[in-house]
């Protein structure tokens, strides 16, 4: 086409967009690309007197897709051979816009690319096409206008109806702030309750500990007093019968005398008990307070081994004391030490009935490991805690004596000597205490 006159503006505007509803461009593609080309057009006519008009297509083989290009050659060449639009938005309506050198002329060269779902741009179909806009007469620059006007409208409905749709979406979008924000004061409504629960549940549970201290503490106090104002007397009754049976007192007649010894082993038995509880009771309340020297486990093994040997009754228990690896030096106190190891040797020997009772001290890194093992009957694993309660026996086991006080002492005393005692027992084949303790305080 040819572009000589301001007629011819509109001409080209409608042949434009007839080119690009034909190739199958979307409707607002076609009113996109002739618009941009009806600028061009002007442009071109007021810089150069005028241009001629190319519309082709060509298929870009790397989608499959056409390309719909349009081509204004200059009648006469372009200022520096440049272009640029009049209008900056006019670039924005195509894909491509730009002035192209080709074949010794500056070319004005825009594309737009045709939809995938487009028919086929065959040869026969360009034909076709090429035909149908030969036979369509050029309408007048009025019924262009008219044309452009129905466009013009139809743009602004557009533009009212995204108005309105959007209008709809801040309202639902207003809507679900709304929402979230009720949400979000619910949410932290429930929170702030939860929190309230929380702190009492707290102050709850700080007055509950300090209700169990008192009572532990009123315990222990009344555990020292008895056992303290028990002492006396008890000790008087087993004085008093020792006087009885003494060689230097009025003979008693045989009943008599076995009458005197059971009241004094009972007194004997109730003595070992007043003694436990009061050992108990101050280690509880913190008054005993260790005497920390330098032990060296090989004495008090060496001692242990032969103040309990006197206690094996049994042929058929051996104890056996191993000897510490030198050096076996340990910041302890060796009195409260000695006593723990004691009590666990004893308690060996006291429910082992055959087999052995061994005592050894192994060095593991900076700390000791003391272990008293049995082959004796074993403390089933449901009771193995039980057993370090005060006054707690095995059922069955208080027939050999004891008062169930002896474990929560020694375990005790480890802890104020800054180790551990736990305990280790297989039903049947034996238990073995470990005392675990640092070499050093610090
Ligand atoms: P006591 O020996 O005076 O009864 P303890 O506190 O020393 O009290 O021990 C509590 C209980 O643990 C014992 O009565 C016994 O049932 C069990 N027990 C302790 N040592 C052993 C052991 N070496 N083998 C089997 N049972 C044990």
């Known amino acids: 086409m040819a572009l000589r006159v301001e007629q011819d503006i509109f001409l080209i505007r409608q042949r434009g967009r007839e080119v690009a509803a034909a190739v199958g461009l979307e409707h607002q593609d076609q009113v996109r690309i002739a618009t941009a080309l009806s600028e061009v057009a002007r442009d071109l006519l007021h810089a150069v007197g005028g241009a001629d008009v190319t519309f082709r297509t ?3 083989t790397t989608d499959g897709r056409f390309v719909l290009w ?3 050659t200059p009648v006469r060449p372009l200022p520096d051979g440049r272009y640029a639009p009049a209008s900056g938005a006019v670039a924005r309506l195509v894909d491509t816009l730009s002035a192209v050198w080709t074949r010794g002329d500056t070319v004005v060269r825009m594309s737009r690319r045709v939809p995938a779902s487009a028919q086929a741009l065959t040869s026969d179909r360009l034909a076709e096409l090429r035909a149908e806009l030969g036979r369509s007469a050029p309408g007048s620059a009025l019924d262009e206008l008219a044309e452009q006007n129905g466009q013009l409208i139809a743009a602004l409905d557009e533009v009212r109806s995204q108005r309105d749709e959007l209008a709809v979406l801040n309202a639902e979008l207003e ?5 979230v924000m009720a949400l979000y004061g619910q949410l932290s409504e429930e929170l702030e309750e939860t929190n309230r629960g929380v ?3 707290y102050a709850e549970l700080d007055e509950k500990s300090a209700q169990l201290r008192a009572a532990s503490e009123s315990k222990s106090r009344f555990l020292a007093n008895v056992s303290h104002e028990l002492r006396a007397p008890v000790t008087a009754i087993i004085g008093l019968g020792r006087l009885l049976t003494d060689s230097a007192s009025d003979p008693l007649t045989p009943e008599q005398s076995e009458q005197v010894e059971l009241i004094r082993a009972a007194a004997a038995d109730l003595l070992t008990l007043v003694n436990d509880l009061l050992d108990l009771a101050k280690a509880e309340s913190g008054r005993i307070e260790p005497d920390w020297t330098d032990v060296d486990l090989r004495v008090v093994f060496g001692q242990l081994r032969g103040t309990l040997r006197a ?10 004391v191993e000897e510490p690896p030198a050096p076996a030096i340990i910041r302890s106190d060796e009195v409260l030490l000695a006593q723990v190891l004691r009590n666990l040797l004893h308690n060996g020997l006291k429910f082992t009935e055959r087999g052995e009772v061994r005592m050894h001290a192994r060095r593991v890194g900076d700390r000791w490991r003391l272990a008293v093992s049995d082959t004796g009957a074993g403390i089933p694993p449901e009771l193995q805690e039980r057993i370090f309660e005060e006054f707690y026996q095995v059922p069955g086991s208080s027939r050999v004596g004891g008062t169930g006080l002896g474990l929560p002492y020694a375990r005790r005393l480890v802890t104020l000597l800054g180790g551990s005692l736990e305990l280790a027992s297989e039903p ?3 238990s073995t205490f470990t005392v675990d303790l640092p070499v050093d305080r610090a």
Do not use: H, Y
Request: hydrophobic letters at 45%; proline letters at 4%; zero cysteines.
């Open 175 to 179: 809507e679900t702030n709304r929402g």
């Open 428 to 430: 049947g084949r034996g």
């Open 199 to 201: 702190v009492a549940l």
């Open 70 to 72: 349009v081509d204004l």
């Open 311 to 320: 206690l094996s009754a049994r042929p058929e228990v051996a104890l056996v």
């Open 58 to 60: 060509e298929l870009d």
